[in-house]
C-alpha cells in the first residue's frame, strides 16, 4: 500500500480548494453523474465487506481522487477526463519533425522521441508552458496538430488493504513453477527473492507493502523466478502509463512469458498499444478489475482485449462485495480471508482483487511450464455462480487453495 493512498477520506472545507477549482465535480452532484465522472481510481480495499451502496462507492471514490489531487498539486492535476495525472505532461504518439515544429512554436518543450524497442512503439514527453491547465493543453494540442495522438500520463493505483500482523500461514507453497513471472507494481521486500528488479520512477525500486504482497503470494503459489518492475518509488505521481509502457519494454527484452498488474486506472492510448504488442508477442498479462464496487467504470489494464481480467472471492468463494468490473471478465482468484507478507517480511491479513490477479498469472506460469497452452486455465476453473461464464466469476475460479490462511 502507498502511504498517500491511505489517508481518511477527507470532506472540502472552506479553506480548501474547491471541486470546480480542481477540475473535477462535487461531492454532492447526483450519484449518475458522480459515477460518469469520478476519476477511476482503485479504492483501498476493506477489511470486513461492508454493506455499502453504489451511492456510498461512488461518494468515496470522488472524495478520494479530491482528497489526492489537493494533497499532491505539485505534482498532479485533473486531465480532460477529470483522470489524476502527472502535471504538466503530455504524451504524444505519431506526429513528424513539422509536428515538433508547431508544438514549440505553441510553447511546448519537448524531449527526444522515446522508442520502447521491444514493442516497436515510441512516444514524445511534452511539457506544458507554465501556467496552463493540463485539460486546456490537451485541446489546443489537439486543434493545432490533429495528425497526432495525445494523452495525459494518468496515474494508476493499486488496491488493496492489510490489516495487523499474523501468524504465518500453516502448510507447505504450491509445487515449483520454473517459468517466471513479472510483478508491474511498487518494490519488492527483501524477505521474496526477485530474479531481477528495475525501477521505472524517482527513488525506484523501494521496497513498498503492496507489491511485497504480490510477490509474496505468487511464490506461495509456486513461483520461483519474480521479475520485478517498481513504477512508483518514492514519487507521490508514480504510477503513471508511461512509466508502466517503460516497464513492459523491459520485461519484453527480459523475455518474462507471463506478467500481473494489480493497478487500475483509466484507458490510455501509449498503454493500450504496449499492451496489444506485449500480447501479440506471446506475453500473458493477468489484472485486477479493482475495488469500485460493481457499479464503477470499468478498470484498465484488465480492461484491455486479451488481457485476464481478475475479479476476487472470500474464503466462502463469495465474489467481493467491492469487487469492480472490466468491459470482460476471464477469472475468479482468492481475495480475501487469506495472508501476504509486507514490506518488511511480515504476514498480514490482506483483502482485494489485487491479491487475486497473481494467483491467475502463478496458474497461467504453470500451463506454460507445463508446456500447454493458458487457455487450458478453462479445464482448470472452477464454475461459480450462473452455469458457464458469468459477469461474476469469469469462466470460473482459478487457484481456490492457493489461498494462505
Known amino acids: ?49 461492508p454493506l455499502r451502496s453504489v451511492a456510498d462507492m461512488a461518494r468515496e471514490r470522488l472524495s478520494r481522487v479530491q482528497g489526492f489531487l489537493r494533497a499532491n498539486r505539485a505534482v498532479a492535476e485533473p486531465d ?25 512554436a505553441l510553447g511546448f518543450d519537448s524531449r527526444d522521441r522515446e522508442i520502447f524497442g521491444n514493442l516497436d512503439l515510441s512516444a514524445v514527453e511534452l511539457t506544458v508552458p507554465h501556467g496552463m491547465r493540463l485539460a486546456d493543453a490537451l485541446s489546443l494540442l489537439r486543434q493545432h496538430v490533429p495528425d497526432a495522438t495525445f494523452t495525459a500520463d494518468q496515474l494508476h493505483f493499486p488496491g488493496g488493504k492489510a490489516a495487523k500482523p499474523a501468524l504465518a500461514p500453516q502448510g507447505k507453497s504450491a509445487a515449483d513453477i520454473g517459468m517466471a513471472v513479472g510483478v508491474i507494481d511498487g518494490g519488492i521486500g527483501p524477505s521474496v527473492p526477485t530474479k531481477a528488479s528495475r525501477g521505472f520512477a524517482a527513488g525506484a525500486p523501494a521496497a513498498s507493502n503492496h507489491g511485497t504482497a504480490i510477490a509474496s503470494l505468487l511464490r506461495h503459489a509456486g513461483v520461483r523466478s519474480i521479475v520485478s518492475a517498481d513504477v512508483y518509488g518514492r514519487d507521490p505521481a508514480g504510477g503513471g502509463a508511461l512509466a508502466i509502457v517503460r516497464a513492459l519494454d523491459w520485461m519484453q527484452g527480459q523475455r518474462v512469458p507471463v506478467v500481473s498488474i ?15 504488442a506485449c500480447i501479440a508477442k506471446g506475453m500473458v498479462i493477468t489484472a485486477a478489475v479493482g475495488n469500485d464496487g460493481p457499479g464503477a467504470p470499468p478498470v484498465f489494464p484488465a480492461s484491455y482485449p486479451s488481457v485476464l481480467a481478475v475479479t476476487g472471492v472470500d474464503g466462502r468463494n463469495r465474489v467481493l462485495i467491492e469487487a469492480g468490473r472490466a468491459t470482460h471478465l476471464d477469472y475468479a482468484a482468492p481475495g480475501a480471508d487469506m495472508k501476504a507478507m509486507d514490506a518488511r517480511g511480515r504476514w498480514v491479513s490482506v483483502r482485494g482483487t489485487s491479491y487475486a490477479a497473481p494467483l491467475v498469472a502463478a496458474r497461467a506460469a504453470a500451463m506454460k511450464d507445463a508446456g500447454r497452452p493458458v487457455s487450458a486455465l478453462d479445464a482448470e476453473a472452477r464454475d461459480l455462480g450462473a452455469k458457464g461464464a458469468d459477469p461474476a466469476y469469469g469462466r470460473g475460479l482459478l487457484c481456490g487453495d492457493c489461498r494462505p490462511r
Open 262 to 276: 494489480s493497478l487500475t486506472g483509466p484507458s490510455n492510448p501509449l498503454l493500450a498499444r504496449a499492451v496489444a
Open 1 to 49: 500500500m502507498r502511504i498517500r493512498l491511505i489517508a481518511p477520506l477527507l470532506m472540502l472545507s472552506a479553506a480548501a480548494p474547491s471541486a470546480a477549482q480542481l477540475g473535477i465535480p462535487n461531492v454532492g452532484s447526483v450519484v449518475g453523474q458522480t459515477r460518469e465522472a469520478v476519476a477511476r481510481l482503485a479504492p483501498i480495499d476493506t477489511i470486513a465487506a
Open 80 to 104: 480532460d477526463r477529470g483522470e489524476p495525472a502527472r502535471r504538466g505532461i503530455v504524451l504524444m504518439l505519431g506526429g513528424d519533425a513539422q509536428a515538433v515544429d508547431k508544438l514549440r
